[in-house]
């Protein structure tokens, strides 16, 4: 199998299909949207056939034949954007580094590169699928090439192919009378004129019944009547360019290349260069997803990478805590992260409250580091003990916070009667105001991506000297806790960096003030909003959902009875049955499941029926019901009699 790529279109394609608020971009603001999306069509069509070759085509800004041959050839297109063409060197970068062919030749398209790779490949017996956007290239499928044209679906990337058969079934026409078509009909989109007023159903027909341009032509002067008005003083008055337009519309096949089709084999990638284009980029999907590749390297770059190296470790006991205190408070500042647990919920499970606490955790330990010291402090401790030997410094207004989803640490804290006062610096939402197209904020990632730092590197070393060692410890302590402690103190250090990173970099892009005077504030209001809740009356919110039953039982019978019989009404099949086959009331729309009963055709059924009238209510009811009464209940704090909603400061959503 040959896999061919319309490097252009591709690229193209995978820019307009990632834009918006999804435009991809590192933090220091380099476009990579349509990297991205190229990488990912590629990826996905490499993973579907297992190609043994593969190169991709692209097209030089030199004139082509065509342009000599005609000056209007694509005088339409608008040019290539800025944000896309600084993106054609990066993947072209990206696919020496895998060892990709990339073939361009002044004087041709890519869809010329691409035909006469295609057409030679399959001479030798090998399939070929063409990757593409440009349906042009439907002109090239045979038995042994197919066009695989790539497309987007609910916000994912789908694919069609078409081979011969498929090319048949869709027009009516063999791929190579698709050029036939073209000359007639022409094409917009690279201003080929094609005969004026002639669209594409016109020409498929003529193509159907003469074969060919030369043919219906010679007909027409064989026998003038044999087209008749309009259609033959087009075709007749336009000739020269149905001709033109031909020629234009032919992807040439004799393109001289010199690549062999065995020089295209799929070769091992370079993987310590695209691992690094890949970081520098920020693609930690596709790190992810090569893990496997890029295991060899980071082996090699891991045998430095010890946590020694960072920082300093000291296990704390709580009555030891007061020097540290003082130095806090004469600093004005802590770097923290609380580790927590979840609690057992055995008991509330039993009793049907699955939410008897607002955050249902508690805490276990706090790590503080001092940059002055290079050092992170461990103390294990709970809740009690917390709120006795730190509640002072958390509350101390004139002392910084520097954490990590403290609007987490905001209610946790003041479940446990302590207010978590000036809140300075969320390396969460930092690292979100910089880039707000991330899938995950965890800690791990947003390390990788602004201070290149892999935490798997240190901690898979950390496991590996244990395994060799078992002296080789960080804490006098049992092992089962040994990783979680190592863990909280590293992300503990890592704060510290992503502040001194994230700043910058925030002032850079001039959003200092809207994380300082906006974001920040927000959390402990966020906080605050959940903590607080909303107030909700369980005993009147069930009386007013037995009352929705009766009402809705009610209507249920009036349904059936109108009907003339017993169903499920709540089954669209069902429903679409008895109005359309039993009832015989108009048909709107239908599905491939049967026939369609949403609101908008229900509503233009309101006055065929007095049935139509029931199921709306009926409907509106046991929505209300289901969302407002059966759908609140199982959220009401049983400790509080509130509803405590969980507030997201790192998503962006659009309406």
């Given at each position: 199998?040959?896999?061919?790529i319309?490097?252009?279109?591709?690229l193209?394609?995978?820019?307009?299909?990632?834009?918006g608020?999804?435009?991809?971009?590192?933090?220091?603001?380099?476009?990579?949207?349509?990297?991205?999306?190229?990488?990912?069509?590629?990826?996905?069509?490499?993973?579907?056939?297992?190609?043994?070759?593969?190169?991709?085509?692209?097209?030089?800004?030199?004139p082509?034949?065509?342009?000599?041959?005609?000056?209007?050839?694509?005088?339409?297109?608008?040019?290539?954007?800025?944000?896309l063409?600084?993106?054609?060197p990066?993947?072209?970068?990206?696919?020496?580094?895998?060892?990709?062919?990339?073939?361009?030749?002044?004087?041709?398209?890519?869809?010329?590169?691409?035909?006469?790779?295609a057409?030679?490949?399959?001479?030798?017996?090998i399939?070929?699928?063409?990757?593409?956007?440009?349906?042009?290239?439907?002109?090239?499928?045979?038995?042994?090439?197919?066009?695989?044209?790539?497309?987007?679906?609910m916000?994912k990337?789908?694919?069609?192919?078409?081979?011969?058969?498929?090319?048949?079934?869709?027009?009516?026409?063999?791929?190579?009378?698709?050029?036939e078509?073209?000359?007639?009909?022409?094409?917009?989109?690279?201003?080929?004129?094609?005969?004026?007023?002639?669209?594409?159903?016109?020409?498929?027909?003529?193509?159907?019944?003469?074969?060919?341009?030369?043919?219906?032509?010679?007909?027409?002067?064989?026998d003038?009547?044999?087209?008749?008005?309009?259609?033959?003083?087009?075709?007749v008055?336009?000739?020269?360019?149905?001709?033109?337009?031909?020629?234009?519309?032919?992807?040439?096949?004799?393109?001289?290349?010199?690549?062999?089709?065995?020089?295209?084999?799929?070769?091992?990638?370079?993987?310590?260069?695209?691992?690094?284009?890949?970081?520098?980029?920020?693609?930690?999907?596709?790190?992810?997803?090569?893990?496997?590749k890029?295991?060899?390297?980071?082996?090699?770059?891991?045998?430095?990478?010890?946590i020694?190296?960072l920082?300093?470790?000291?296990?704390?006991?709580?009555?030891?805590?007061?020097?540290?205190?003082?130095?806090?408070?004469?600093?004005?500042?802590?770097?923290?992260?609380?580790?927590?647990?979840?609690?057992?919920?055995?008991?509330?499970l039993?009793?049907?409250?699955?939410?008897?606490?607002?955050?249902?955790?508690s805490?276990?330990?706090?790590?503080?580091?001092?940059?002055?010291?290079?050092?992170?402090?461990?103390?294990?401790?709970?809740?009690?003990?917390?709120?006795?030997?730190?509640?002072?410094?958390?509350?101390?207004?004139?002392?910084?916070?520097?954490?990590?989803?403290?609007?987490?640490?905001y209610?946790?804290?003041?479940q446990?009667?302590?207010?978590?006062?000036?809140?300075?610096?969320?390396?969460?939402?930092?690292?979100?105001?910089?880039?707000q197209?991330?899938?995950?904020?965890?800690?791990?990632?947003?390390?990788?991506?602004?201070?290149?730092?892999?935490?798997?590197?240190?901690?898979?070393?950390?496991?590996?000297?244990?395994?060799?060692?078992?002296?080789?410890?960080?804490?006098?302590?049992?092992?089962?806790?040994?990783?979680?402690?190592?863990?909280?103190?590293?992300?503990?250090?890592?704060?510290?960096?992503?502040?001194?990173?994230?700043?910058?970099?925030?002032?850079?892009?001039?959003?200092?003030?809207?994380?300082?005077?906006?974001?920040?504030?927000?959390?402990?209001?966020?906080?605050?909003?959940?903590?607080?809740?909303?107030?909700?009356?369980?005993?009147?919110?069930?009386?007013?959902?037995?009352?929705?039953?009766?009402?809705?039982?009610?209507?249920?019978?009036?349904?059936?009875?109108?009907?003339?019989e017993?169903?499920?009404?709540?089954?669209?099949?069902?429903?679409?049955?008895?109005l359309?086959?039993?009832?015989?009331?108009p048909?709107?729309?239908?599905?491939?499941?049967?026939?369609?009963?949403?609101?908008?055709?229900?509503?233009?059924?309101?006055?065929?029926?007095?049935?139509?009238?029931?199921?709306?209510?009926?409907?509106?009811?046991?929505?209300?019901?289901?969302?407002y009464?059966?759908?609140?209940?199982?959220?009401?704090?049983?400790?509080?009699?509130?509803?405590?909603?969980?507030?997201?400061?790192?998503?962006?959503?659009?309406?």
């Open positions: 199998m040959l896999v061919l319309d490097g252009n279109s591709i193209n394609r995978a820019f307009y299909g990632i834009m608020n999804k435009m991809l971009t590192t933090p220091d603001g380099k476009y990579t949207n349509a990297v991205y999306g190229f990488l990912a069509i590629m990826f996905k069509t490499m993973d579907d056939l297992q190609p043994e070759y593969i190169a991709v085509a692209f097209d030089l800004k030199a082509t034949q065509r342009h000599k041959l005609y000056e209007g050839y694509k005088a339409t297109r608008k040019g290539m954007p800025n944000e063409a600084e993106q054609m990066i993947i072209k970068e990206i696919l020496r580094m895998m060892n990709i062919t990339i073939i361009e030749k002044e004087g041709y398209e890519a869809d010329d590169i691409l035909g006469t790779l057409k030679k490949a399959s001479k030798q017996g399939n070929v699928t063409i990757l593409s956007g440009d349906r042009d290239t439907f002109q090239l499928a045979s038995d042994k090439i197919s066009i695989r044209i790539p497309h987007t679906k916000g990337t789908e694919t069609d192919t078409f081979g011969e058969a498929e090319i048949i079934e869709k027009y009516g026409v063999k791929p190579k009378q698709l050029i078509v073209k000359g007639l009909m022409g094409d917009s989109s690279d201003n080929i004129p094609g005969v004026p007023g002639v669209g594409e159903k016109t020409a498929i027909d003529l193509i159907k019944k003469y074969n060919n341009i030369d043919k219906l032509y010679e007909t027409i002067e064989k003038p009547d044999i087209i008749k008005g309009k259609l033959k003083e087009k075709l008055n336009n000739k020269d360019l149905a001709m033109l337009s031909r020629t234009l519309g032919t992807i040439n096949i004799e393109v001289p290349i010199e690549e062999k089709i065995s020089e295209l084999q799929v070769k091992e990638w370079e993987n310590d260069k695209v691992l690094e284009i890949f970081k520098n980029l920020k693609f930690n999907r596709f790190i992810e997803r090569f893990k496997d890029f295991d060899s390297v980071n082996s090699d770059n891991n045998e430095n990478k010890n020694e190296d920082f300093t470790i000291e296990e704390l006991k709580v009555p030891d805590l007061p020097d540290l205190i003082k130095k806090i408070k004469e600093e004005k500042e802590i770097i923290y992260l609380l580790g927590k647990k979840e609690n057992n919920l055995q008991n509330e039993e009793n049907n409250n699955t939410n008897f606490n607002i955050i249902n955790k805490v276990t330990c706090i790590c503080i580091y001092r940059e002055k010291e290079n050092k992170v402090y461990y103390i294990k401790l709970n809740d009690d003990q917390f709120v006795s030997s730190l509640s002072s410094i958390f509350e101390d207004n004139e002392i910084k916070k520097y954490g990590y989803k403290l609007r987490e640490d209610v946790l804290l003041r446990l009667g302590v207010r978590l006062n000036n809140i300075y610096y969320d390396a969460e939402i930092a690292t979100y105001d910089l880039n197209t991330m899938n995950n904020y965890t800690i791990e990632n947003i390390s990788s991506i602004y201070l290149n730092i892999n935490v798997s590197d240190y901690l898979s070393n950390y496991e590996e000297k244990n395994k060799k060692n078992e002296q080789i410890t960080l804490f006098q302590n049992d092992e089962e806790e040994e990783s979680e402690k190592y863990i909280n103190c590293f992300y503990t250090y890592l704060i510290k960096k992503l502040y001194d990173e994230t700043i910058k970099k925030l002032q850079e892009v001039d959003l200092l003030d809207l994380f300082n005077n906006i974001e920040m504030p927000l959390v402990k209001v966020l906080g605050e909003m959940q903590y607080n809740g909303m107030r909700v009356d369980e005993e009147e919110l069930v009386k007013f959902g037995e009352k929705l039953k009766i009402e809705i039982e009610d209507i249920r019978k009036q349904i059936y009875e109108l009907c003339g017993e169903f499920n009404i709540n089954s669209t099949q069902q429903l679409g049955k008895i359309f086959e039993k009832l015989e009331l048909v709107y729309k239908k599905t491939k499941k049967g026939y369609s009963t949403d609101v908008d055709i229900l509503e233009k059924l309101r006055d065929k029926h007095p049935v139509i009238e029931k199921i709306l209510e009926y409907r509106s009811l046991v929505k209300l019901n289901s969302t009464v059966e759908g609140m209940l199982p959220y009401i704090n049983k400790k509080t009699g509130r509803i405590h909603s969980h507030f997201h400061q790192t998503i962006t959503a659009t309406r």
